[in-house]
């Protein structure tokens, strides 16, 4: 068993946190008793987690948490995203306030506990039997733990005070005893903490039951209630903000005013803000006064109830009633697609395998995703086949997988069919793509003329920059399309990308782009070292 935790350690658990999450993601949703946006919890966190895993880098177990939580603060999606980059924030802090002495058990414990009650104090109106009781309960629990054990002990004590303690979160929360369930965003806890025990010890998570069970129709009728904040407010804002910590201070004086479930976390000059208020203008203009705001949203919660009312009405046409089938190739981009819920055909498909994979998903509405030129027309063609059979099937033109992603972001059951379709091509539409290849032949393009060896990137089909050295190349054409505007970039690392291809471009983008953010994927996809996505 280890005595300490390094870099290496740090990163392997960040992975199998994700891979837990993902495991457990639709159990984690159905636990959500509040509307839409705080839930789907188990989605929030999988795409937070996503984000903190690919920035887990450093030398050592406090650089690589640090990395992790500008991540997951960067890439923080809902309530309960914003909550697990405080918890990392407090985690990094701990660890760093060690120095260079070994993360011991004492160490970890501190950093737990530290990670635990800042989250707490990062929200402005705590409530009691939501993942910051459970966080807390595990922070305490490590503290004594480490009296007598190392980090083994620590972890498993930690893990277990958890469990405990998220099994007593519907005595303490009206909601979740109403529902039937236990609080999701302490569920998703317990899975990162059992996914650290299983990091340092290879044994395999407990198998007792940990959560209340749904109730037998299925996920929960959502109700008026919010996971954090009263009735009394319309709005969720949230955004993110370039300011200094005395500005935050203010704003957060003046959003506590304005509204309430406020919470800020981040460090100088980065920080996440998310409230509910009433007075959208006035939260929107306090972020103005403090610094500069960035990915603003705004959400009606009455649009999110209703929606999810009229999804419960739909609930009778089946859990299959919509599908999406994708085409992709390399093993990490197909595991990245499924993992948000599609099917997932590989390699060149004719159109009667990719008929095939329309009626294979039992649903009576498919929207089909080529992402290649060259498939679309086999696409349109088993669309075609597959009304024909009684399936209303719909093609989106994407033309790579970076516009898929955008595609399947948007999706939303509550809608009519034909306006999903509309909306998910809207969506890749807006994504710009480009791909970053390896001249075979000589040949004459738009970009001048090109030698076998050569690096070339290519944007919308087109030859835009012919280059020596990869790396150098991928980031010219960052800067090119960066430069007509983006705030999100997506790079999906192909099978024969350089090693820290993509961390060496995510620092040039926080070096030269520094409100943007990126997100980067292992996509093992052929010929195309590197795909990008700009949005």
Known sequence: MPDSVDAAAVRRWCAAGLAALRRHQAEIDALNVYPVPDGDTGTNLVLTMSSAVEAAVGDTAAEAVRGAARGALLGARGNSGIILAQLFKGLAAGLERAGAAPVTGAVLAGALNEAARGAYAAVAAPVEGTVLTVGVAAGSAAVDAAAHGGVVAVARTAAQAAREALARTPEQLPALARAGVVDAGGRGLVVLLDALVETLTGEEPPDEPVIAAVPTGGRPRTTAERETGSAEF??????????????????????????????????????????????????????????????????????????????????????????????????????????????????????????????????????????????????????????????????????????????????????????????????????RSAEVSIAAREALTVAGRCQPGDVLAIVDGEVNLIGQDLPETACLLLDRMLGGG??????????????????????????????????????????YPLLVGVE
């Open 486 to 527: 983006g705030e999100l970039v997506t790079l999906i690392a192909g099978r024969d990308a350089p090693a820290g291809l993509g961390a060496a471009l995510r620092a040039h983008v926080e070096r030269s782009w520094p409100f943007v953010e990126v997100q980067c994927y292992e996509g093992g996809q052929p010929h």
């Open 234 to 431: 319309a709005y969720e804002v949230q955004f993110l903000l370039d300011a200094r910590a005395d500005a935050v201070e203010t704003l957060r004086d003046t959003l506590a005013a304005l509204g309430d479930s406020l919470v800020i976390v981040g460090d100088e000059p980065t920080w996440h803000v998310h409230v509910h208020v009433n007075d959208v203008g006035a939260a929107v203009e306090a972020g103005v006064d403090a610094g500069r705001p960035s990915r603003i949203t705004v959400t009606r919660f009455e649009d999110q109830i209703a929606a999810a009312a009229r999804a419960e009405e739909a609930a009778g046409a089946g859990p299959r009633d919509r599908a999406v089938v994708v085409v992709c190739s390399g093993p990490g981009l197909a595991e990245l697609l499924e993992a948000e819920g599609a099917e997932v055909l590989t390699g060149n498909p004719s159109t009667r395998q990719l008929l095939d994979a329309i009626l294979r998903t039992g649903a009576e509405r498919v929207v089909v995703l080529p992402n290649d030129a060259n498939v679309q027309a086999v696409a349109t063609a088993a669309a075609g086949e597959a009304r024909a059979a009684g399936v209303r099937a719909g093609v989106v033109p994407t033309r790579s997988p970076v516009q898929a992603l955008a595609a399947m972001a948007v999706r939303d059951g509550t809608r009519r069919f034909e306006d999903d379709v509309i909306a998910m091509a809207e969506a890749a539409a807006r994504c």
